[in-house]
């Protein structure tokens, strides 16, 4: 039998390697395009590429003629590729504004050529701030407007590229006759995340016995989603021909305050918190309604976050151990 052909950016990165290994464990061959901006071919990174069925190739989508060298075969292309996350959008918003949709509009061509299928990850951030006191519910669906609140506030360069992501390839795929998939991840995360989140930003702060133990927004609720149940839902999606606009994330709500104890829990600190603001923009709920979800596919989570938080502080705390000057890092929002 012909395996399925996948083209998928951003395979070096912390979801896309989830993805990886779940497409190579069904029997597709997968080509990885990776700038390593952020990515790494680090030890996890390196036993998945050396697995058979798989090429990478080292580009920046952001030039127009990354993919030139490429075929056009692929059945699907699963577009991960971006620069994320609220962290890099403050530092740095013309460089998020600029990359994400200069490899967005790179992938769209190269999908019209290839008349592939379309997955694109966008994310919860396309809701900007929407207020809950306006009367936006939670867990909030995906037919809430999306928006951001103010253009010049840095924080929603992030959501203002994923949201001219979104509009190209539903668009594009509206007017050729495409037939694409976005899906808005909802605060995924597991080992090998990076640092740029709350999750470990609260376990290095943990781990070095900050003491008292700042938390910033505790109020603030977020819903987390373990990786290999992301990767899991999109999987089912892909496999389902789900076409549209899915959420995909776990719709248990959790106060930040709480995640705090918890993690400290994990790390045996028993330090007093410090409830510190949150960042300008920051919402003050966010919580996938995931019926879409589950009705197109079945899915349900099924790492619950106490699990998945002990994994992900496990490889945290393994990883400091072997890289202590990692304790020293600002980890701060
Ligand atoms: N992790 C989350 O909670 C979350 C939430 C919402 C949305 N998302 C979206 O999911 C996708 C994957 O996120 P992640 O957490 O794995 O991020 P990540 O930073 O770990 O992975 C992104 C990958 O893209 C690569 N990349 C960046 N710019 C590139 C470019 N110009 N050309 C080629 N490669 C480039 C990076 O090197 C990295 O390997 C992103 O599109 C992100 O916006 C993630």
Redesign the pocket.
């Known amino acids: 039998m012909k395996s399925a052909r996948v083209l998928l ?8 390697l989830g993805m990886v290994r779940r497409l190579l464990d069904s029997g597709a061959s997968v080509t990885v ?8 071919l680090d030890d996890d990174a390196a036993a998945v590429f050396s697995r058979p069925g798989i090429d990478f190739v080292q ?4 030039d127009r003629s ?1 993919l030139d060298g490429l075929g056009a075969d692929f059945e699907t292309i699963v ?7 609220i962290q890099a959008a403050s530092r740095e918003p013309v460089r998020v504004l600029r ?2 949709a ?2 967005a509009i790179t992938i769209t061509d190269f999908w019209r050529r290839c008349r592939a299928r379309m997955v694109f ?5 396309v809701y900007g701030a929407l207020p809950v006191s306006a009367g936006v519910p939670v867990p909030t669906p995906e037919g809430v407007p999306v928006g951001i609140a103010d253009p010049g506030i840095p924080r929603y360069s ?1 959501a203002a590229s ?1 949201i001219f992501g979104e509009a190209l390839v539903m668009q594009s795929a509206a007017s050729e006759g495409l037939r694409a998939l976005v899906v ?6 597991g080992p090998r ?2 640092f740029d ?1 709350v999750i470990p930003q609260m376990s290095i702060r943990a781990l070095r016995r900050e003491n008292p133990f700042r938390v910033f927004g505790p109020d603030e609720t977020r819903a987390f ?1 373990y990786v290999d149940d992301f990767c899991a839902a999109v999987s089912m999606l892909m496999e389902s021909g789900a076409e549209g606009i899915f959420h995909v994330g776990n719709d248990r709500e959790t106060r930040i305050g709480d995640l705090a104890e918890m993690i400290l829990s994990l790390s045996g600190h028993a330090a007093p918190i410090a409830g510190m603001p949150s960042q300008t923009g920051s919402p003050a709920r966010r919580c996938p309604d995931i019926s879409k979800l589950r009705e197109a596919t079945g899915f349900s989570p099924s790492i619950a976050l106490e699990e998945g938080l002990a994994r992900t502080f496990a490889w945290y705390d393994a990883f400091a151990a072997c890289n202590p000057s990692i304790l020293d890092m600002d980890a701060t929002p």
């Open positions: 950016t951003g395979g070096a990165g912390f979801i896309g395009v990776d700038d390593l901006s952020r990515g790494r580009a920046d989508l952001a990354s577009h991960l590729a971006a620069v994320i996350g990359t994400n200069l490899s990850a966008s994310t919860s951030e992030y994923k808005r991840p909802h605060n995924v995360y995340m990076g989140h989603c």
